[in-house]
């Protein structure tokens, strides 16, 4: 049984639902390499290659070099899809493919050097920037280190957030540089107690020329004004900040669905201990418990599908997303995390201390859905502030992601 929630089952029409299907296959490798995958603090070798070979790393690659194209509704599906087996190497294939739809906002000249040269290439990015960088003719020379690059690990080009000024220290813009990845190194610095599979390793840069072409001013990109050439492209006509936000839920839908499973199929075997109760089926307040917390997983995936489908309906349209749906989409990822995560607290109290075993993979689902969801795109109070303020026509001065 795969449990959905109830009133959003059935895949939206644009949805890949073969590449869903594709994803729920995988469910026996991951789930048998989860633990290893965790221990090792990356995403087992066989997952990856399994992933690629389904395709699924070529969700958000353009069609133009064998890429599905996919949309943010297909983007959220398939990492959740993966997620209900393994969220840390969902952790992986969500962040990967984001990267490659922003690798999509590039000129025609980056993307062909990316996918053009090789139409499996994965691309891993943090956006946080460096400020050492300096203007040469062409291009910057960038030096920095950029810590949690989820997917650095099994990465063929790293995409980092740059901040560059001019001789006198003013500020002149902030851009993702793509660079190869044999031109940066991998720190080993990835050691914490959730989402462990997905190997966050730090990005270290020193004395690299990145050119223009490689350059995507984020000042724009925040605008929906992108560098591509395509731009018959609905796919890469979305808003940057909200799927950058949105699709960091996606793994955290399906952690609560497979959590959800977990604790109603052992229900009918597991008493509920010191009380008369054998099978914790035939608790009212069990009973209870299973439907709140239902409830609040239905919750995140309607409004994580409202804002998908406000994304990828303003792309199609060429419409770019106004503020205050931009805002609210911003807001809506984080009540997405907040919902899974009280979901999980009631799932483990309902399935009882035994949770806490390293044997039970409640305890792994918990600690990587608790993880994630302190992503700082994702944080729930940013989120409702910046839309309390978009709401009032009140001055964003917290954040200009949105």
Request: hydrophobic share 45%; proline share 4%; glycine share 8%.
């Amino acid at each position: 049984m795969t449990v959905e929630p109830s009133n959003t089952s059935k895949p939206h029409p644009s949805v890949h639902v073969n590449l869903i299907d594709a994803a729920r296959g995988l469910g026996p490798l991951l789930a048998k390499n989860a633990k290893q995958s965790e221990q090792e603090r990356r995403a087992h070798q066989e997952n990856i290659d399994a992933i690629r070979e389904a395709g699924l790393f070529r969700l958000m690659v353009p069609k133009r070099f064998g890429g599905h194209q996919g949309s943010v509704r297909d983007h959220l599906d398939v990492s959740a899809a993966l997620a209900e087996s393994c969220a840390g190497t969902a952790w992986v294939a969500a962040l990967t493919n984001v990267c490659a739809w922003f690798t999509g906002l590039y000129s025609e000249h980056a993307q062909q050097e990316v996918f053009g040269a090789n139409p499996d290439a994965r691309v891993a990015g943090v956006f946080s920037p460096s400020t050492d960088s300096r203007r040469v003719e062409g291009g910057l020379i960038v030096s920095g280190k950029w810590y949690w690059s989820s997917g650095s690990l099994h990465a063929d080009w790293l995409m980092v957030g740059v901040m560059e000024h001019n001789s006198d220290g003013e500020f002149v813009g902030q851009y993702l540089a793509l660079i190869p990845k044999s031109e940066v190194a991998i720190e080993d610095t990835w050691y914490t107690v959730g989402m462990r599979a997905s190997g966050s390793n730090c990005v270290v840069a020193s004395e690299v020329f990145v050119p223009d072409h490689r350059l995507l001013d984020i000042r724009a990109a925040i605008n929906s004004d992108y560098a591509t050439e395509f731009t018959d492209e609905s796919e890469y006509r979305a808003a940057f900040v909200p799927v950058a936000a949105l699709v960091l839920v996606g793994p955290q839908l399906g952690i609560g669905r497979a959590a959800l499973k977990y604790v109603m199929e052992k229900a009918p075997q597991r008493s509920i201990a010191y009380t008369t109760f054998e099978k914790q089926t035939a608790s009212v307040m069990f009973q209870a418990q299973i439907a709140e917390a239902s409830q609040k997983i239905d919750t995140a995936h309607l409004h994580a599908y409202r804002a998908a489908a406000d994304i990828d309906n303003a792309a199609r349209r060429g419409e770019k997303m106004d503020y205050l749906t931009r805002a609210r989409v911003r807001a809506d990822s984080g009540l997405v995390v907040t919902a899974i995560t009280d979901a999980l607290n009631i799932l483990i109290s309902a399935h009882g201390a035994g949770t806490f075993a390293e044997a039970s993979p409640l305890q792994r689902m918990w600690r990587d859905s608790n993880t994630a969801a302190r992503h700082a795109v994702v944080l729930p109070a940013v989120g409702i502030e910046v839309y309390g303020k978009a709401l009032l026509g009140v001055e964003n001065t917290v954040t200009p992601l949105v």
